[in-house]
């Protein structure tokens, strides 16, 4: 079936590097896609979007990259912090009437000092 | 501006008796949509309404499972004869407008069931 999921179910880094972030996405009708954090014990907080017309999206400290040729998604995080651990999840919508959002399972990212 | 507001926060019930959780959207927000989310697991959709009428309930089990948004007051979710598998977070999300389009997610209900 048509599902979004993350290669990596954990993800350790060190204070200040770099974090990268993958997700697999399977349904080509896909034309927007988000990334949530989830710390524990609260709701997902949106991250960063963009649409299917896209390939680069950048906010602040993050970047968002999409490959539609692999239906890939990767979000970076640049200069990480302790403050970023947490759960962070994909989550593509096909647009139209649809307003549902299609999860992935997450990957949790643990920020060393 | 207030976020999305959920009650209760946490909510304990013994098998066979309802739960109620609520949800009140973001101002100006006419779109809600509701998630049960499983520890370790993602968030899986239920439901999703717009004022007084029910848009996609795909998600949402054919038994025991309802939901409604009235045109005054907070989105309901509401569990008849809850069962233990039915213990988890249940999230509530508004949006400005239907289709793909930025949600906004409340702090979630935790339910559990005895």
């Known amino acids: 079936g048509e599902s979004v999921g993350l290669h990596l179910p954990t993800l350790s880094v060190q204070e200040g590097d770099n974090s990268i972030i993958n997700c697999a996405y399977s349904n080509s009708a896909s034309d927007y896609f988000i990334w949530y954090k989830q710390e524990s014990g609260k709701g997902p907080q949106f991250i960063i979007d963009?649409?299917?017309?896209?390939d680069k999206r950048q906010g602040q400290r993050v970047t968002v990259l999409l490959n539609k040729t692999v239906k890939h998604l990767s979000l970076q995080i640049a200069a990480t912090q302790p403050g970023d651990s947490a759960v962070y999840f994909c989550a593509e919508n096909i647009g139209g009437s649809q307003g549902n959002l299609i999860f992935g399972k997450g990957t949790k990212l643990s920020v060393k000092p | 501006n207030a976020g999305v507001m959920q009650n209760p926060r946490h909510l304990v019930r013994r098998r066979g008796q309802e739960a109620r959780l609520r949800c009140s959207p973001m101002?100006?927000?006419?779109?809600v949509y509701w998630y049960r989310q499983l520890p370790e697991e993602g968030l899986k959709f239920m439901v999703y309404?717009?004022?007084?009428?029910?848009?996609?309930e795909s998600g949402m089990p054919k038994e025991r499972f309802s939901a409604e948004f009235p045109k005054e007051g907070p989105s309901i979710l509401r569990i008849q004869q809850v069962v233990r598998g039915d213990s988890a977070a249940y999230f509530c999300a508004s949006s400005l407008g239907g289709g793909s389009g930025e949600q906004f997610f409340g702090p979630g209900t935790r339910l559990t069931v005895l």
């Open positions: 309404l717009q004022k007084e009428n029910i848009i996609d």
């Open positions: 963009i649409r299917s017309n896209m």
């Open positions: 101002k100006g927000h006419s779109h």
